[in-house]
């Protein structure tokens, strides 16, 4: 049976490859990028290019209307927009916090909501959230990536519960790292407080982060990943965790993760969570082992069995 899907974030990254992995399954794709350009490669009569910024509320319903108008059912919606920000809570700007909220957590907001009237009406779909294994855990300098991203589960898995009774399925997409933009032309970076430069050595390998002014910006939507990815005007410096942090990063082609995806929307039953990626399953056993240990030291805590 041949599906459709609304993909957010498909400019490039992982969001290119659930475009093409969708494509490949033989089903229809409205593939929505900031730069429609991004996608001009991909050549394919079941593709539909759509301009979207998430960001822009009545935009984004406008948009999920007349892919439903064009398309006449949504099965697979993947809200994959959304970029990394990195810096410490203290230095980041209002700014900065906001643009991330905005793109991460109110972008997919947005287009959950304007999906769900058209989902009600033909009593199926399934809404994919693109989130990571930084929404179990997290890590220093990625504070505002974490919330982001433990907010989207936070009203991801309520929503779940509210449209199950109509045949609705939502899944957290917990992703691992994937070699993408998100962690290179894709993020974006606090001014540095020297009193930091020791723990941005211990996570990126560096003591300074990399100038915004020397970096060329990028355009276009890019995707997620370990967490996500998307939004212009970001800087090219490359920054992964160092490999002395408390997880060794891990980095695989996103067709490994595009695949993960395609496996997750063929399942009769898909779970709200599900994680994909090489050493994902490792970085949320080690999240969850620190936060049981941190209840254990409460006495009138018990874990369940």
């Known amino acids: 049976m041949t599906r459709t899907w609304f993909i957010t974030g498909a ?10 992995a969708a494509l490949a399954e033989g089903d229809r794709v409205v ?3 900031r730069n429609p350009e991004t996608l001009a490669g991909i050549a394919d009569d079941r593709l539909t290019v759509l301009p979207l910024d998430v960001r822009d509320r009545a935009g984004v319903i406008a948009t999920v209307d007349k892919a439903f108008a064009l398309t006449g059912t949504i099965d697979v919606l993947v809200n994959n927009a959304g970029y990394g920000l990195v810096g410490a809570v203290e230095e980041l700007t209002e700014t900065q916090i906001r643009d991330q909220m905005d793109t991460n957590f109110f972008g997919a907001l947005w287009v959950s909501q304007a999906a769900v009237p058209h989902l009600r009406t033909q009593g199926s779909g399934h809404i994919v959230q693109i989130s990571t294994v930084g929404a179990v855990g997290s890590l220093p300098l990625f504070g505002l990536y974490n ?5 989207l589960e936070g009203f991801s898995a309520s929503l779940a519960d509210e449209l199950r009774p109509f045949g609705i399925r939502v899944t957290l997409a917990q992703m691992g790292g994937f070699d993408t933009d998100w962690a290179k032309s894709s993020m974006r970076f606090a001014s540095g407080i020297p ?6 050595n211990s996570i990126l390998g560096m003591p300074d982060y990399p100038a915004e002014a020397t970096a060329a910006p990028a355009t276009g939507t890019t995707s997620t990943e370990a967490g996500p990815g998307n939004t212009s005007n970001e800087p090219t410096a490359s920054v992964e965790p160092s490999a002395d942090t408390e997880s060794e990063w891990i980095e695989a082609p996103p067709e490994v993760g595009a695949a993960g995806l395609i496996e997750l929307v063929n399942m009769a039953n898909p779970p709200l969570r599900k994680i994909i990626g ?7 056993a080690l999240a969850l082992d620190q936060r049981r240990d941190d209840y254990a030291s409460d006495p009138e805590f018990v874990w369940p069995a």
Not at 11 to 20: C, I, K, P, S
Not at 278 to 284: D, E, I, K, L, R
Request: charged share 15%; hydrophobic share 45%.
């Open 11 to 20: 400019g490039r990254g992982l969001g290119r490859a659930f475009t093409t």
């Open 147 to 151: 919330a982001s991203k433990w907010a």
């Open 31 to 33: 593939a929505t990028a």
């Open 278 to 284: 090489p050493g994902a399953h490792q970085m949320v």
């Open 195 to 200: 009193a930091y430069a020791q723990l941005r």
